[in-house]
């Protein structure tokens, strides 16, 4: 069946770069997602990239896909204290009736 | 805000307990979801509504019992409940049922304890 799997933890130091990982299996992907959940909150749509780009940047986020290798990262820069959170990635897929397929979320942890 | 409200934000329970989660959107949205979510785990999907009518129940228990009155409002009644079901529950909702650029959009979650 489907699977969308990310790391569970990411440490970075303040004021670098973080790259959240992530991948997944079905290959009628046609959206995939990035959410951040920050304590005590929902889930908030940060960014999504379209399957047939590579590439999407917005300000500080930029978010690769390789659709080849089914990998999708997350690379926020010059990373702040605010960034703490965890961090969701989303498949959205035709052979999965167009239904959100989640991970089970990255905890960014930002080191003073 | 992402214009989805959930209330209560805390419930605990006891087991033999019956209470109700509620949640509002005010987007025009078509679709609304439950989500179970727990820590470490990728988020399950509970129950969907399009236009009211209920088109997806992934195997949850029958303790959990959904509604939903109109396509704005979205409800989970729970009754005789098991520690393990304690959660946060979230809301969602979406335009319609195709997750597409929009992606859908979430309340803050109910944060549940079973006793």
């Known amino acids: 069946g489907e699977d969308v799997e990310q790391s569970l933890f990411l440490s970075v130091r303040e004021g670098d770069s973080s790259v959240i990982n992530c991948t997944y299996t079905?290959?009628?992907?046609?959206?995939l997602y990035w959410y951040k959940q920050e304590p005590g909150a929902g889930l908030q749509l940060l960014t999504y990239i379209f399957s047939n780009m590579d590439m999407k940047q917005d300000q500080r986020l930029t978010v690769l896909l390789n659709k080849k290798d089914k990998h999708l990262s997350l690379r926020i820069a010059d990373t702040q204290t605010g960034d703490s959170a965890i961090y969701f990635c989303a498949e959205s897929a035709k052979d999965s009736n167009y239904q959100l397929i989640w991970g089970a979320g990255t905890k960014l942890i930002i080191k003073p | 805000e992402t214009g989805v409200t959930q209330t209560p934000r805390h419930l605990v329970m006891g087991m033999t307990n019956k209470k109700s989660l509620k949640c509002e959107q005010h987007?025009?949205?078509?679709?609304m979801y439950w989500y179970k979510q727990s820590a470490k785990k990728p988020l399950e999907l509970m129950f969907v509504?399009?236009?009211?009518?209920?088109?997806e129940n992934n195997s949850v228990p029958s303790r959990f019992s959904p509604e939903c009155p109109n396509s704005s409002h979205l409800f989970l009644h729970l009754h005789t409940l098991q520690p393990e079901d304690s959660a946060l529950y979230l809301c969602?909702?979406?335009?319609?049922?195709?997750?597409?650029?929009?992606?859908?959009?979430f309340g803050p979650g109910t944060r549940l304890t079973v006793l």
């Open positions: 079905d290959s009628s992907s046609t959206y």
């Open positions: 987007l025009g949205h078509n679709a």
């Open positions: 969602a909702s979406s335009q319609d049922l195709r997750a597409l650029a929009a992606g859908q959009f």
């Open positions: 509504y399009n236009f009211k009518e209920q088109t």
